[in-house]
């Protein structure tokens, strides 16, 4: 008889929905470990405007903001470090809201070309004179397929996938149907969305999030990545929320005040993709919020158990319990 499979949780939601403070809450309630999912939480030096959290979670700072980190490299450290701590006798509980991780680590990536920062410098540089619209009509000619995916002012998509098809002269999505397998087929994975209910509160949330960010030093902090002289707009570091946008106010390519408004609107936009790749994810348990936090009326999906009070992470808990695989790994 084969042993069973070690359990894995996943908490998703969309930025600013208050999903690291309730992974926060579990990991200090049952026998987990926090791995982050997030591609600015990554660097260091990218704190104030990434919300980096104090509570130890892994996959933090492990890399130079010069560096470009990857979806492929995500499941690869993440494979490991969920190893070790089931190794520990604990339970990895990932969390955040890098969508592309999740899908690396969860179903798998096809093998891709490695990066070439010599012709993604050229398609930035193309970009810049001729528009991102005419280089999407570009990919459109060389691969329909990707380009049908990708809208024509998602930047990176679009970049990523002209650079695949000019350093090895076959479509993204060629290599994309190749398939592959995941890090967590090894585990039992249960997986769990936070958000608000009303979309407006989400949008009011971001909007107070990046004014405390802004009076806790999010310029400074973009003016020392700024200083530093060896970074620049192709870097995935500088492409990050906010930073981008700060980054080219101090390239003075907009007024301070634009470069805020710029900044929300991109995370409001953050919110809305991830909530696309959401809706569309299998075996998903959502949490819907009110205004304070608590379960909104009628916010749980049908697979949760009835469960007194309002509060997303006792109502976790509660679904945890009767969970054999995951009440067993935790002794709940």
């Known amino acids: 008889m084969n042993a069973p499979r070690p359990a ?7 930025t600013a929905s208050g999903k690291t403070d309730l992974a926060i809450k579990l990991a200090k309630t049952i026998n987990c470990e926090l791995v982050s999912v997030d591609s600015a939480l990554v660097y260091r ?17 492990i890399c130079d903001p010069a560096d470009a980190y990857s979806a492929a490299r995500f499941a690869e450290d993440a494979a490991r470090v969920c190893a070790d701590i089931v190794s520990r006798g604990r339970t990895p509980l990932l969390v955040g809201g890098t969508m592309l991780y999740f899908r690396a680590f969860l179903e798998g990536l096809a093998p891709m070309p490695a990066a070439d920062l010599e012709i993604r410098a050229e398609i930035e540089a193309s970009a810049r004179e001729r528009g991102w619209p005419a280089l999407h009509a570009e990919l459109a000619r060389v691969d329909p397929v990707a380009a049908a995916r990708i809208h024509p002012n998602h930047s990176q ?15 993204l999505s060629e290599w994309q149907a190749a398939g592959g397998g995941a890090p967590a087929d090894a585990y039992e994975v249960r997986q769990f969305a936070l958000c608000p209910a009303d979309r407006a509160v989400l949008h009011q949330r971001i909007e107070a999030r990046f004014a405390q960010m ?36 101090l390239e003075g390519e907009c007024t301070l ?8 609107a991109a995370t409001r936009q953050l919110a809305k993709r991830q909530l696309t790749w959401l809706r569309k994810w299998p075996d998903l348990h959502w949490l819907f919020t009110d205004p304070a936090g608590n379960l909104a009326p009628g916010g749980l ?3 949760f158990p009835e469960s007194p009070g309002g509060d997303p992470g006792e109502l976790v808990l509660n679904f945890l319990r009767i969970d054999p695989v995951i009440a067993a790994a935790n002794a709940l």
Request: aromatic share 8%; hydrophobic share 40%; net charge neutral.
């Open 157 to 171: 998509r679009l970049s990523r996938a002209l650079e695949v098809f000019r350093s090895s002269g076959r479509p």
């Open 45 to 61: 030096g990218l704190d104030i405007g990434s919300a980096k959290p104090d509570y130890p979670h892994h996959l933090v700072d």
């Open 257 to 264: 005040a634009e470069a805020q408004e710029r900044g929300i």
């Open 301 to 303: 999906s049908d697979q």
């Open 214 to 249: 802004m009076a806790q030093g999010f310029l400074a902090e973009v003016e020392a990545l700024h200083r530093r002289g060896d970074l620049h707009p192709g870097l995935p570091a500088v492409r990050a929320v906010g930073y981008r946008q700060l980054w080219h106010y």
């Open 8 to 14: 894995l949780l996943c908490l998703f939601g969309p």
